[in-house]
């Protein structure tokens, strides 16, 4: 059956950026300004300059992981039940107590202490900022508002990374302490605009007492019987591993120890990262706009494979240009990520329902949670053993696998919930 459509036109981004998402936008921007300034380095931090096993250390990152990933049913429950502010605001300060106790770890034991009191309190920040988000937008606007949330949110990862690689130091293990405390501050200040964030309450005028109840009742049971985010999430899984998980945790253990380049050089190839997306996020939201999701996802995978592709090539360079060659392979990784986040995060949001979106959003994070912790395990593990071209192998077949998964979403939506429209199928072709 062929689906016509007539388009849409979609409203300008500035009738959605009320005076709420303003300041959501904001506290979210200040937030990350911090986190970037130790989000590439904490594994380098524990095995450089603290003298923790690069293994142990990479599992750190891992332990947070799985300790976020066995809180997500528990937080995305309470975000639908006592509203996603009130989580946020708890999360907040419990994550900056966790990062601010990073800058007097110098054991084993101390890491691990401090990532479980940081794990607690990112666990929901992701969720609640979602929930929050989609409550405040209208669906109409929400892909390019996720859109702007994620090239501020890179904006702020590439500002702290500047700032990061101008003061880290090997040599001074003060100029991390100085980092991380900078870091849990800015989490901190986010609280001071959250009181001033409305956010509504889902609505139930047009409802029985009775659909009320039944409303009340229903939990992770429905969610989970959702075929499409249950595909949509193990397409998620491999992309995170495969994609973010292992930029975060390998990346920098791979530029290190592997091409033996300096620590500073992190910083220069993640703000890379950030300048690519502040320039192109942009361009890409009007790209994307009335075009199949499925299919736009399913390319993330591709170019995902390629940029690693590229960054795992540049060791066999001459020295003279391996730095370059990882710049390049880094844009274009980018690149994808401009498709991915807002595409990735609307959808979710177009396919729950609004009582039940934080639980949907919470077991969406589970491919972040998993992806975090599968990812910076094996780069441990490889890149430890010094086995650079096995862990490039994983992620090149990883990526392609969640591009083909997140493929097979298509036959699952409407047009609607895939984004086609009449202008679309010019590219994605008609609809069955």
Aim: proline share 4%.
């Amino acid at each position: 059956m062929i689906v016509n459509q007539s388009p849409s036109v979609s409203p300008p981004l500035r009738e959605a950026l009320t005076p709420a998402v303003r300041l959501m936008l904001g506290g979210m921007l200040l937030s990350n300004i911090g986190n970037g300034l130790t989000i590439s380095l904490l594994v380098v931090y524990l095995s450089s300059v603290r003298g923790i096993p690069t293994a142990l250390a990479a599992l750190v990152l891992t332990w947070i992981a799985v300790l976020g990933l066995a809180l997500g049913p528990i937080t995305g429950s309470l975000i639908d039940r006592v509203g996603p502010k009130w989580v946020l605001f708890v999360s907040l300060v419990i994550e900056a107590l966790g990062v601010a106790a990073y800058a007097f770890v110098t054991t084993a034991p101390q890491a691990f202490a401090a990532a479980t009191l940081a794990a607690f309190g990112g666990a929901a920040i992701w969720s609640a900022q979602a929930t929050m988000m989609s409550r405040l937008v209208p669906e109409e606007s929400r892909q390019r508002v996720f859109g702007l949330q994620f090239m501020l949110l890179n904006l702020g990862l590439g500002i702290g990374g500047l700032i990061a690689a101008s003061i880290v130091d090997l040599a001074r293990p003060e100029t991390f302490v100085w980092l991380y405390l900078f870091d849990a501050f800015t989490y901190l200040a986010f609280l001071v605009v959250l009181p001033f964030i409305n956010v509504p309450d889902v609505d139930t005028s047009e409802l029985s007492d009775e659909q009320v109840r039944e409303r009340e009742q229903q939990g992770y049971r429905e969610v989970l019987s959702d075929r499409r985010l249950r595909r949509l999430v193990v397409a998620a899984l491999f992309l995170m591993t495969c994609g973010y998980g292992s930029m975060d945790g390998g990346l920098a253990l791979f530029m290190t120890q592997i091409g033996g380049l300096p620590v500073r050089d992190i910083g220069i190839v993640f703000a890379v990262n950030t300048g690519v997306i502040v320039l192109a996020q942009w361009w890409v939201l009007k790209f994307v706009d009335r075009r199949s999701r499925t299919l736009l996802l399913a390319l993330v995978g591709v170019l995902w494979a390629i940029s690693w592709l590229m960054m795992g090539g540049s060791i066999l360079l001459s020295a003279s240009v391996v730095l370059l060659a990882l710049c390049v392979g880094m844009a274009v990784f980018a690149i994808s990520e401009t498709l991915w986040s807002p595409i990735f995060t609307a959808l979710i949001n177009q396919v729950s329902p609004d009582h039940l979106r934080g639980r949907y959003n919470a077991t969406a994070a589970v491919s972040y949670n998993l992806g975090a912790a599968i990812g910076p395990a094996v780069a441990g593990i490889l890149i430890g053993a010094r086995l650079g071209a096995a862990w490039i192998a994983f992620l090149v077949v990883g990526c392609l696998i969640g591009g083909a998964i997140s493929w097979s979403v298509r036959r699952l939506l409407t047009a609607d919930e895939d984004g086609r429209t009449t202008e679309g199928l010019a590219m994605t072709g008609s609809v069955s």
